[in-house]
């Protein structure tokens, strides 16, 4: 893992491309969770999320290894593939995305919009993750994995902006998909010599993580049905797993209503979008509501590229959405050891 030398160099390189994102302590939150709330924006990337901070710093460190890459291939179903696109437009490499049939077409957008070939193809992300990895063979182009030293050091950058800006937080609650922004968060943490709490956070319907802490070894679910397709993890990483084991104090599950409600909450008393990974984080704040009383905590908004028609139907109460209910690129993959 990174020392903090090695933070500070990717925070400034991360800063060559985006602002430091804001931390913020909203009254109305204070008010409804009986405590200080810190909120950290990743929200307010170009990007739309954490993730972009990953994107630049693999890229950079990949280029340092290999200077004369053909190209640049990988699977997503989101960010992850839109922090790729950015990195690789800004770095002058050709790169191939490939998410599964029926993927959210905002999503698509904007990878595209980036100069990513993106391809439609498989049932679900295994099924494009499989066949990204053989084309990377047969093409001779690099696979870029989801879960990676050089993505955590990059995603690390806005754990260092919050924790050295709102110093004494008691505790920070951080949503877990395949991993990177809670490991980024612990060896942060850890670096600084902090005393701070750090929560995960995990859907009850893809609860993996949950699980394989609990039983001291990696569990794997058989479905992930959760329209928060950020935290949609049926097979925790093993290198990941081991850093949240050690690190975590705690892991939360919450549900669908409940991350619908933090997303409700987010609008109402901040006026800031939250996709369903990106308002995990604050639902599980609000299930701590007695233990925080009181106290100075943060959560992070981890993104906010949720659909049009999703955060619709989650603002006016109608019945939920399920086509984000398929599981995640970054988390769903059925070969944790490759990367």
Same mark, same amino acid.
């Given at each position: 893992?990174?020392?903090?030398?090695?933070?500070?160099?990717?925070?400034?390189?991360?800063?060559?491309?985006?602002?430091?994102?804001?931390?913020?302590?909203?009254?109305?939150?204070?008010?409804?969770?009986?405590?200080?709330?810190?909120?950290?924006?990743?929200?307010?990337?170009?990007?739309?999320?954490?993730?972009?901070?990953?994107?630049?710093?693999?890229?950079?460190?990949?280029?340092?290894?290999?200077? %004369?890459?053909?190209?640049?291939? #990988? $699977?997503?179903?989101?960010?992850? /593939?839109?922090?790729?696109? *950015?990195? +690789?437009?800004? @770095?002058?490499?050709?790169?191939?995305?490939?998410?599964?049939?029926?993927?959210?077409?905002?999503?698509?957008?904007?990878?595209?919009?980036?100069?990513?070939?993106?391809?439609?193809?498989?049932?679900?992300?295994?099924?494009?993750?499989?066949?990204?990895?053989?084309?990377?063979?047969?093409?001779?182009?690099?696979?870029?994995?989801?879960?990676?030293?050089?993505?955590?050091?990059?995603?690390?950058?806005?754990?260092?902006?919050?924790?050295?800006?709102?110093?004494?937080?008691?505790?920070?609650?951080?949503?877990?998909?395949?991993?990177?922004?809670?490991?980024?968060?612990?060896?942060?943490?850890?670096?600084?010599?902090?005393?701070?709490?750090?929560?995960?956070?995990?859907?009850?319907?893809?609860?993996?993580?949950?699980?394989?802490?609990?039983?001291? %070894?990696?569990?794997?679910?058989? #479905? $992930?049905?959760?329209?928060?397709? /950020?935290?949609?993890?049926? *097979?925790? +990483?093993?290198? @990941?797993?081991?850093?949240?084991?050690?690190?975590?104090?705690?892991?939360?599950?919450?549900?669908?209503?409940?991350?619908?409600?933090?997303?409700?909450?987010?609008?109402?008393?901040?006026?800031?979008?939250?996709?369903?990974?990106?308002?995990?984080?604050?639902?599980?704040?609000?299930?701590?509501?007695?233990?925080?009383?009181?106290?100075?905590?943060?959560?992070?908004?981890?993104?906010?590229?949720?659909?049009?028609?999703?955060?619709?139907?989650?603002?006016?109460?109608?019945?939920?959405?399920?086509?984000?209910?398929?599981?995640?690129?970054?988390?769903?993959?059925?070969?944790?050891?490759?990367?």
């Amino acid at each position: 893992m990174f020392d903090l030398d090695a933070l500070r160099q990717a925070a400034e390189l991360v800063h060559q491309s985006i602002p430091p994102t804001p931390q913020h302590a909203w009254p109305l939150l204070a008010r409804r969770l009986g405590c200080q709330v810190w909120v950290k924006h990743e929200n307010h990337t170009p990007a739309g999320a954490f993730k972009v901070r990953g994107g630049l710093v693999y890229i950079q460190e990949l280029i340092k290894r290999e200077p %004369r890459l053909p190209g640049l291939i #990988t $699977a997503t179903r989101g960010n992850h /593939g839109i922090s790729l696109a *950015m990195a +690789a437009r800004d @770095a002058g490499l050709q790169l191939r995305i490939l998410v599964p049939e029926g993927n959210s077409t905002e999503k698509n957008a904007a990878m595209r919009a980036c100069g990513a070939e993106v391809i439609e193809y498989g049932r679900d992300f295994d099924t494009a993750r499989l066949r990204a990895a053989q084309l990377a063979k047969t093409d001779g182009w690099h696979f870029v994995p989801s879960l990676h030293p050089d993505l955590i050091k990059g995603v690390a950058t806005y754990a260092l902006e919050l924790l050295e800006a709102v110093p004494d937080l008691r505790r920070v609650y951080v949503p877990i998909g395949l991993g990177s922004g809670i490991c980024g968060m612990i060896r942060t943490r850890d670096l600084l010599g902090l005393d701070t709490e750090i929560i995960g956070v995990v859907s009850s319907a893809a609860d993996a993580y949950a699980q394989s802490v609990e039983q001291g %070894r990696i569990v794997c679910t058989e #479905t $992930a049905d959760t329209f928060a397709d /950020g935290m949609a993890c049926r *097979m925790p +990483a093993p290198e @990941a797993l081991e850093i949240i084991r050690t690190g975590a104090a705690r892991i939360l599950r919450v549900d669908d209503a409940a991350i619908r409600h933090a997303i409700v909450a987010l609008h109402e008393d901040t006026h800031n979008l939250a996709e369903g990974a990106g308002a995990a984080a604050l639902a599980a704040a609000m299930q701590d509501r007695e233990r925080n009383r009181g106290k100075r905590i943060a959560v992070v908004l981890s993104g906010a590229n949720i659909d049009r028609e999703v955060l619709a139907a989650i603002l006016t109460g109608k019945p939920a959405v399920a086509d984000q209910s398929r599981s995640n690129p970054e988390t769903a993959h059925s070969a944790p050891a490759a990367h």
